[in-house]
């Protein structure tokens, strides 16, 4: 998974304050580096309050844990149950290598395993593949049915237009599209945003970001906005079919958002993961990596899904088993919708 914060950096270079995050440098000790985690997501964590969190409550429970003659294996267990209180996708913990502590992840992906999909199982269904980009492999599927499987959104942004004009291009003559989400690495939202845009005939809210930018839980910059709106030389509006699973989260997360606002679009398959924000890598003064998501996303209705996900329209899980005997029921549901 990788989140690019174009968003983020502008605000920073527009603003100022990048001296102000990077601020000076730390000692480096058991006890300073836990405090310097715990007020570095104090400082710039977006959703502290739609999640209800308690992040002082959280410091006097594991604070007290921490002296100076703690080990590398204590502070880490002691760092991650700290962040085990956030529930976030997108957080993570990362030691340096001569520890050999794992690296941590956090949310509902970090403590589940995902075994709904198979790209393999995926394939037996699928006729004439076309790969377009590494992103984006266009295949048929029986009775004239679009498929691609939209893998991420992590190219140039200036890439885009090109590529969806192939895309559209060689399904353009099917009755309906599959979007499948459910092997999507993330990416950029503005990116996820434009190729929502190539499934609109209208103009909608798609969804809102504000970005943290003060000390309390609720400073933040001035609001943005993305809509879902027509964009490039020509749109696909037939009926469009979005799969999703857990593993459909990030920039995936606000795709799909704006994917909801077309008409002709049906969600279906399982609860996507509920991480929306941009996140910003960070470092302790030991050395080990952090990654701290600095937005509060809303839906076209103001919602706060972080921790939530997007529900579909119908829901449907595989089970291992079906995976094993090479069924995809997900796929042969959005099929069954398309024909």
Request: charged letters at 25%.
């Amino acid at each position: 998974m990788k989140k690019v914060y174009y968003l983020y950096l502008l605000f920073l270079l527009t603003t100022g304050c990048t001296s102000k995050l990077l601020g000076p440098q730390t000692a480096n000790s058991p006890v300073t580096n836990f405090d310097y985690l715990w007020k570095e997501y104090d400082l710039m964590y977006a959703t502290f309050d739609p999640k209800k969190i308690d992040w002082e409550a959280a410091y006097r429970t594991y604070r007290p844990l921490i002296t100076e003659k703690t080990t590398d294996a204590e502070l880490y267990q002691a760092m991650t149950k700290l962040l085990d209180v956030l529930d976030d996708n997108h957080v993570y913990l990362r030691p340096t290598a001569d520890t050999k502590l794992p690296w941590y992840s956090g949310g509902i992906l970090g403590r589940t395993t995902v075994n709904d999909y198979n790209s393999d199982v995926v394939k037996t269904y699928l006729t004439h593949t076309k790969a377009i980009t590494h992103e984006f492999v266009c295949s048929t599927i029986k009775q004239n049915v679009g498929y691609i499987l939209l893998k991420g959104f992590e190219n140039n942004y200036g890439t885009y237009e090109k590529t969806m004009d192939s895309v559209l291009t060689y399904l353009k003559d099917t009755k309906g599209i599959i979007i499948d989400l459910r092997d999507n690495g993330g990416g950029e939202d503005r990116v996820a945003q434009y190729v929502a845009n190539r499934f609109a005939s209208e103009r909608h809210l798609s969804f809102t970001a504000r970005m943290r930018n003060g000390p309390r839980h609720s400073d933040f910059a001035p609001e943005l906005t993305f809509y879902t709106e027509p964009a490039g030389r020509f749109q696909y509006t037939k009926p469009v079919v979005v799969l999703t699973n857990l593993w459909s989260f990030s920039s995936a997360e606000t795709f799909m958002l704006a994917m909801v606002q077309n008409k002709q679009v049906t969600q279906i398959g399982d609860v996507t993961g509920g991480a929306f924000s941009d996140a910003l890598p960070r470092d302790l003064p030991n050395g080990w990596s952090f990654r701290v998501p600095i937005a509060d996303v809303r839906d076209a209705n103001g919602r706060s899904l972080e921790g939530i996900g997007i529900m579909p329209k119908i829901r449907i899980k595989n089970t291992p088993e079906l995976i094993k005997a090479g069924h995809d029921r997900v796929l042969e549901r959005a099929i069954e919708l398309l024909q």
